[in-house]
Nanobody, 124 residues
Framework: QVLLVESGGGLVQAGGSLRLSCAAS????????VGWFRQAPGKEREFVAA????????DYAGSVKGRFTISRNSAQNTVSLQMNTLKPEDTAVYYC?????????????????WGQGTQVTVSS
């Protein structure tokens, strides 16, 4: 059974930082695409960042490029999202996701495994 568990969400002031982590059981992150999506109230789930494998460049949504960094720790089988210079518009539930394949997709329905989500709230 595949299980993805996110942690690290919370409340932060605008300009602050948070680091999200995702731990997996039942699958290995090192041989597939892994990523983060988010969903704000009343909005569709949207792509945030993804990485195909450790040597490949990551992909980021334009709205977070330069502020967020995705990374993978193969030894611990975790993936993290470092979020800096947070803005109120970054407020959302953040989801960790993994694919059966190594290729990144920005479309949520192309991802096979999902965590339960962690709330990030950025106050102005």
């Amino acid at each position: 059974q595949v299980l993805l568990v996110e942690s690290g969400g919370g409340l932060v002031q605008a300009g602050g930082s948070l680091r999200l982590s995702c731990a997996a059981s039942g699958l290995t992150f090192s041989n597939r695409a892994v990523g983060w999506f988010r969903q704000a109230p009343g909005k569709e789930r949207e792509f945030v960042a993804a990485i195909a494998w450790s040597a490949a460049p990551a992909d980021y949504a334009g709205s977070v490029k330069g502020r967020f960094t995705i990374s993978r720790n193969s030894a611990q089988n975790t993936v993290s999202l470092q979020m800096n210079t947070l803005k109120p518009e970054d407020t959302a539930v953040y989801y960790c996701a993994a694919r059966k394949y190594t290729v990144i997709s920005t479309l949520p329905d192309r991802w096979d495994y999902w965590g339960q989500g962690t709330q990030v709230t950025v106050s102005s």
